[in-house]
Nanobody, 122 residues
Framework: VQLQASGGGLVQAGGSLGLSCTSSGLRSRDVHMAWFRQAPGQEREIIAASRRSGGDPYYADSVKGRFAISRDNAKNTLYLKMNGLKPEDTAVYYC????????????????WGQGTQVTVSS
């Protein structure tokens, strides 16, 4: 199983970026998927999650209303659209997937992407 994240970069505050995470070796329809981020000196946090059965996604309070998670199961791809970016959003962003996990919780995800850097300048 491999998750390949892409789309990070440098953006000014207030700008937008989109991340993608393509999976191989599993079908995205079979797994819960999530985006995490880890800023320097901080713990990794779950910021958005998508349940395999669909329904309303989960968002951390820090990104609610600005970020949107979505998936295209036909392409085995998870997305994160980030709007209204702030300097405090600067972090390495990771995608994760798992069949059996409490999908809203930050622990228990089995498969991880390699991380992509997002830097927001003020």
């Amino acid at each position: 199983v491999q998750l390949q994240a892409s789309g990070g970069g440098l953006v000014q505050a207030g700008g937008s970026l989109g991340l993608s995470c393509t999976s191989s070796g599993l079908r995205s329809r079979d797994v819960h998927m999530a985006w995490f981020r880890q800023a320097p000196g901080q713990e990794r946090e779950i910021i958005a999650a998508s349940r395999r059965s669909g329904g309303d996604p989960y968002y951390a309070d820090s990104v609610k209303g600005r970020f949107a998670i979505s998936r295209d199961n036909a392409k085995n791809t998870l997305y994160l659209k980030m709007n209204g970016l702030k300097p405090e959003d600067t972090a390495v962003y990771y995608c994760a997937a798992s069949q059996n996990v409490n999908w809203r919780m930050p622990v228990g995800y089995k498969y991880w992407g390699q991380g992509t850097q997002v830097t927001v300048s003020s």
